[in-house]
């Protein structure tokens, strides 16, 4: 499965190339074929001939300009993103490091002698050395999943222990945030089916959805957890009491760099635009799907729709 997801780019490589062969291509034999016709009926068919010919022509340099256009404006738009991924990837590791370079300098110059103030150092220097190795990890799985490396131990699972998993790793963003108390409801229909899933990177999943929802809340937050059987699926959905997604950009949520923009906040929430797609690839190697609900206002709902076991 995992070997699908490293296929998906070259897959919309060879779409894109069959296009372009077609309208390459197929003009070209049309072409020949009516080239064979008139020496095989002369000038009778003449006009229809040239007629034929121009229709061609034009078909084949509107179908070509149109596919360059679209081609040059994708590449330019993932170019664009990686730049800004690069430069937001280069911000997040360059803080943490000069935190760590300063407190280090400071502790080697003796500057603190008190014992109190010497551990609220370390403290922090350790904190920040957690941060760093959890984005440079972070960054290492994406590689992973792109190249179609990463495996999966698949179990079968219950669905309410992926949940808690997930929230277990979410709970200490909770206790930490001061702003306002953060409502967090935990909703799970009776006799769930089990699911097949590697549960440690099922539950990293939810806990990037979680985090999105916090990330792009306001102050008073309202996360809801919710899992309920739909068909043959088990559907697991994190929804949020934020601003929603507007339409044009729910369907590009889980492209790798992309970011939601939000004028609103002043501050823009931390990330690297990955969450999303690595949310996407994890769910895709263990044949499910994710989508997304929202309406300008109402908030915004992730689902991941998961088999279910007999």
């Keep these: 499965m995992a070997a ?155 669905p309410a222990d992926v949940i808690d998993a997930a929230l277990r790793a979410f709970e200490p963003q909770v206790l930490t945030y001061d702003a306002a108390p953060i409502r967090l409801d935990r909703q799970l229909a009776d006799d769930l089916p089990k699911v097949r899933v590697d549960i440690a990177a099922m539950s990293e999943a939810l806990l990037n959805l979680l985090q999105n929802a916090f990330h792009y809340t306001g102050p008073n937050k309202v996360i809801t ?15 949020d009491n934020g601003p929603g997604i507007p339409k044009h950009e729910q369907r590009r949520v889980f492209e790798k760099f992309y970011r939601l923009t939000r004028p609103e906040m002043p501050l823009q929430p931390p990330g690297t635009g990955l969450g999303l797609s690595m949310v996407q690839h994890i769910v895709a190697a263990h044949d499910g799907s994710v989508m997304v609900e929202s309406e300008p206002g109402q908030g915004a709902t992730f689902t991941v729709l998961l088999p279910a076991l007999p």
């Design 4 to 158: 699908q997801l490293a296929d998906l780019q070259r897959r919309k490589l060879r779409r894109l190339m069959t296009l372009v062969a077609i309208f390459a291509y197929g003009p070209s034999a049309l072409l020949i074929t009516i080239g064979v016709l008139i020496l095989v009926f002369g000038h009778a068919t003449k006009d229809v001939v040239f007629g034929i010919m121009t229709l061609s022509l034009t078909v084949t340099l509107v179908g070509g300009v149109a596919l360059t256009i679209v081609y040059v404006r994708r590449e330019s738009s993932v170019a664009q993103l990686q730049t800004e991924f690069v430069n937001k990837v280069s911000h997040d590791l360059r803080t943490p490091l000069t935190s760590i370079r300063l407190f280090v300098e400071t502790l080697q110059a003796k500057r603190l002698q008190d014992p109190e103030k010497i551990q609220q150092v370390l403290d922090i220097v350790a904190t920040e050395t957690k941060r760093l190795s959890e984005m440079v990890e972070r960054l290492l799985g994406w590689a992973r999943m792109e190249a179609g490396r990463r495996s999966y131990r698949l179990a079968d699972e219950s």
């Design 225 to 239: 957890v919710r899992c309920q059987r739909r068909g043959p699926q088990v559907a697991i959905s994190v929804s």
